[in-house]
Structures are given as structure tokens and as C-alpha cells.
């Protein structure tokens, strides 16, 4: 069964007070930009991280730095399972940001490097977030090439008072931010996936 990310977001209006990042799409500083929400799931995602048995997350999901990412992103093609980014990692820098409304943002500069686990699609409800597709530009309705949905099943996420905060984003090496903070899944994690031969050589 594929389970995908489903939104946590407040509010309904469209500003940009709050954003930092500019451009279409956004950049800052020279950085690509995204949007963040986070979600709640126990179930192994979209990329088989979990227990095939009872469709049951593995701990280090649950509990770790995991997102799903729009659709463009976790898979050019369109595939919903076992996408071309499954297992890839990126790191995640506050701007100070945030789109007015749908939460607020944490001190800029903080960064966690991520591991993506799972698809934000590109239907509802997250069409307002991972809906870049070339038909409107390549952009979600904030102005976003690029979407993550940070995974919050520990509390992980309000717990460090990020709310749905403007990020910039860049590929990372998923081991070298797990040894960094073991919260990062690392590559041998990401290969007891389902989905472990695909995505990420």
C-alpha cells in the first residue's frame, strides 16, 4: 500500500510578506528555494521504508530527519513508488522566511540535512504546495520550484519550532550529515527500504 504525505498548514492567504527568497523561481542568495509543511505518517511511504507486513515505518523514519518531496522532484517521470530521489538527502536551510499565513518562521540559518522517504503528489490536498509542473510555470502557488513535507510522527519538527518555514535547499551526502546527527538516515538505512536498488545508487 502507498501511503503518501498529507499537509499540516494554517490559514488560507496568499502574501509574500514573509518570504525572503524572490525570483521565478525563488532563489536566496544564489540558493534554490522551497516551501515546507510537515505531516504525520506511520506508514512505510512512498519509497518502502517500513515493514512490508503490517505497512508499519521504520523507527529511523519515524523518529529521524525524513521529507516527502513534491512530485516533480521525487520523480520526473511521474512515478508514484520507488521514485528517481528515493534515498537521496538535502539539506534544509531556514532564510527567516515564511509564506504569511501558513505559519511562521524559525531564526534563519538552521540547518538539517534530510532524507527523502516519500512523494508529496501533486493532488489534493496538497495541490497549493506540490503542484509544479510546466503547465504553470514549474512553480507551486506560492512561487516554489520546490516542495518538502517534513516528516513529524516524533514531534521532531514543532519540536524545534519550525513552522512550515521557507528553506533554501542543495543535494547533501545523507552519511556524512548522519554521522553529523545520527537523526539523518544513512545510506545502509535507506537500503533495508523496499525501495534500496532504486532512486539513490
Keep these: 500500500m502507498i501511503v503518501i504525505a498529507a499537509l499540516v498548514v494554517a490559514g488560507s492567504l496568499l502574501t509574500e ?6 525570483g521565478n523561481p525563488r532563489m536566496y542568495h544564489g540558493k534554490k528555494c522551497a516551501s515546507t509543511t510537515r505531516y504525520v505518517g506511520y506508514r512505510m511511504g512512498a519509497c518502502g521504508c517500513g515493514t512490508p507486513n503490517n505497512d508499519t515505518m521504520f523507527p529511523w523514519s519515524k523518529t529521524g530527519w525524513a521529507v516527502a518531496a513534491n512530485q516533480a ?3 520526473a517521470g511521474g512515478a508514484k513508488w520507488c521514485g528517481q530521489s528515493c534515498g537521496k538527502c538535502v539539506k534544509l536551510t531556514t532564510t527567516g522566511g515564511f509564506v504569511d499565513g501558513q505559519g511562521h ?3 534563519e540559518n ?12 501533486n493532488t489534493y490536498p496538497n495541490l497549493s504546495w506540490c503542484s509544479q509542473q510546466a503547465s504553470n510555470g514549474g512553480v507551486n502557488q506560492y ?7 517534513l516528516e513529524n510522527a516524533n514531534n521532531q519538527i ?6 512550515n518555514p521557507e528553506v533554501t535547499w542543495e543535494w547533501a551526502d545523507c552519511d556524512a550529515g548522519h554521522a553529523h546527527d545520527s537523526r539523518t538516515p544513512s545510506n ?8 534500496g536498488h532504486h532512486g539513490k545508487k
Design 17 to 22: 510578506a514573509g518570504q525572503k527568497c524572490t
Design 143 to 149: 512561487g516554489y520550484g520546490w516542495h518538502f513535507d
Design 110 to 121: 538552521q540547518s538539517h540535512v534530510f532524507m527523502i522517504t516519500n512523494l508529496c503528489p
Design 105 to 107: 518562521a524559525p531564526a
Design 73 to 75: 522532484l521525487f520523480d
Design 188 to 195: 545502509s538505512n535507506y537500503h533495508t527500504c523496499q525501495c
Design 158 to 163: 514543532t519540536g524545534m519550532d519550525w513552522g
